[in-house]
C-alpha cells in the first residue's frame, strides 16, 4: 500500500493562506488520482479538491475560487494551495491517492483558521 505523508498545516487568521503538501513513498505517475479530503469535528470527511492522472482537477463548491490542486510527477507530491480561508475551512486534511481500486489515506494534518 502506498504510504502518503502530509504537511503544511498550521494555524492561520481568516483571509490567509496555506500550502498543504503530500508525498507520496512510490512514483504517482501512474496514479489514476490524487487529492484532498477534510473532516471537521463531529462532520463526515468530505472532498475537497482531486487531480486525475491527466491533470483534470475537480473541487468542492466551497472552496473553488480559493483553493488549487496540483502534482509534481517527478517529485511525488501533490499539493493543496489554499487561500483566503475561512473560519469554516478549519479541519483536519487528508491526502488520498486511487490507484485501480486501492485507496491509501495519509494520517492527516490540522488546518486551524481564526476568526
Known amino acids: 500500500q502506498v504510504q502518503l505523508v502530509e504537511s503544511g498545516g498550521g494555524l492561520v487568521q481568516a483571509g490567509g493562506s496555506l500550502r498543504l503538501f503530500c508525498t507520496a513513498s512510490?512514483?504517482?505517475?501512474?496514479?489514476?488520482?490524487m487529492g484532498w479530503y477534510r473532516q471537521a469535528p463531529g462532520e463526515q470527511r468530505e472532498l475537497v479538491a482531486t487531480?486525475?492522472?491527466?491533470?483534470?482537477?475537480v473541487y468542492a463548491d466551497s472552496v473553488k475560487d480559493r483553493f488549487a490542486v496540483s502534482r509534481n510527477n517527478v517529485r511525488n507530491t501533490v499539493y493543496l494551495q489554499m487561500d483566503s480561508l475561512k473560519p469554516e475551512d478549519t479541519a483536519v486534511y487528508y491526502c488520498?491517492?486511487?490507484?485501480?481500486?486501492?485507496?491509501?489515506w495519509g494520517q492527516g494534518t490540522q488546518v486551524t483558521v481564526s476568526s
Open positions: 512510490e512514483n504517482i505517475f501512474n496514479f489514476d488520482a
Open positions: 487531480i486525475s492522472k491527466g491533470g483534470n482537477t
Open positions: 488520498n491517492a486511487r490507484v485501480l481500486t486501492a485507496t491509501s
